[in-house]
């Protein structure tokens, strides 16, 4: 038992070996790469679901509202996306893995300029989501962060962070972690009370038709 735990530990001890080569070959440390994510991540929740349709991932940003502005909202849009791009780069994303967000941008460009359609496709394409997405995996699997936390809430990591600075308190980990999950945690309140009032409703709809019928019967 002993030795294959052995070969495990070397084998771990090897990988996360290779994830600070990559990190220092970049020149970046995990805390550095964390805190450029986060903000790739706030730049895309600007730019693409600012606004989100509750328990999805889908939304609207400032993208869709600026392609309301006939060809300059669209150019602007692109050049604001090419921000995300070049955090991609600064955390040492190869240019080929974001080939696949630079042409939706060129196509949320080109397809943005036709009135009302444009606008709506804006809302889907969401490139800047797509370049998160991409260096999502690569930091994943070139520096083995796999924490999300940051990128999820990155604005409420943010906050948390700088709590943690000037508390003890919000260092703990289930106060921590009770701060970050507030929006879901208020999300099965809401659910609940939706549940219970769609239960009273049915009951008293359930209630009347029974009335009815048992008036007519007499």
């Given at each position: 038992?002993?030795?294959?735990?052995?070969?495990?530990?070397?084998?771990?001890?090897?990988?996360?070996?290779?994830?600070?080569?990559?990190?220092?070959?970049?020149?970046?440390?995990?805390?550095?790469?964390?805190?450029?994510?986060?903000?790739?991540?706030?730049?895309?929740?600007?730019?693409?679901?600012?606004?989100?349709?509750?328990?999805?991932?889908?939304?609207?940003?400032?993208?869709?509202?600026?392609?309301?502005?006939p060809v300059?909202?669209d150019?602007?849009?692109?050049?604001?996306?090419?921000?995300?791009?070049?955090?991609?780069?600064?955390?040492?994303?190869?240019?080929?893995?974001?080939?696949?967000?630079?042409k939706?941008?060129?196509?949320?460009?080109?397809?943005?300029?036709?009135?009302?359609?444009?606008?709506?496709?804006?809302?889907?394409?969401?490139?800047?989501?797509?370049?998160?997405?991409?260096?999502?995996?690569?930091?994943?699997?070139?520096?083995?962060?796999?924490?999300?936390a940051?990128?999820?809430?990155?604005?409420?990591?943010?906050?948390?962070?700088?709590k943690?600075?000037?508390s003890?308190?919000?260092?703990?980990?289930?106060?921590?972690?009770?701060?970050?999950?507030?929006?879901?945690?208020?999300?099965?309140?809401?659910?609940?009370?939706?549940?219970?009032?769609?239960?009273?409703?049915g009951?008293?709809?359930?209630?009347l038709?029974a009335?009815?019928?048992?008036?007519?019967?007499?």
């Open positions: 038992m002993a030795k294959p735990f052995k070969t495990a530990l070397k084998t771990q001890t090897t990988v996360n070996n290779k994830f600070e080569e990559n990190l220092l070959k970049e020149g970046l440390s995990r805390q550095q790469v964390i805190k450029m994510e986060r903000s790739l991540a706030k730049f895309a929740n600007t730019m693409d679901s600012i606004v989100r349709i509750p328990f999805t991932k889908q939304g609207v940003g400032a993208d869709a509202a600026l392609s309301t502005i300059a909202g150019v602007a849009g692109l050049l604001l996306t090419g921000y995300a791009f070049v955090l991609g780069r600064r955390l040492g994303v190869p240019l080929h893995k974001l080939t696949p967000a630079v939706l941008a060129l196509i949320d460009l080109v397809v943005g300029v036709v009135p009302v359609v444009g606008t709506v496709m804006d809302i889907f394409l969401r490139p800047s989501r797509k370049t998160l997405e991409i260096v999502r995996d690569h930091l994943q699997d070139e520096y083995g962060i796999i924490e999300t940051h990128i999820e809430r990155p604005f409420m990591h943010q906050a948390l962070q700088n943690q600075q000037k003890k308190f919000w260092r703990n980990p289930l106060v921590a972690w009770l701060y970050l999950h507030v929006p879901d945690i208020l999300g099965l309140i809401v659910l609940a009370l939706l549940a219970i009032a769609l239960w009273t409703l009951s008293w709809f359930m209630d038709v009335n009815l019928v048992d008036s007519k019967s007499y």
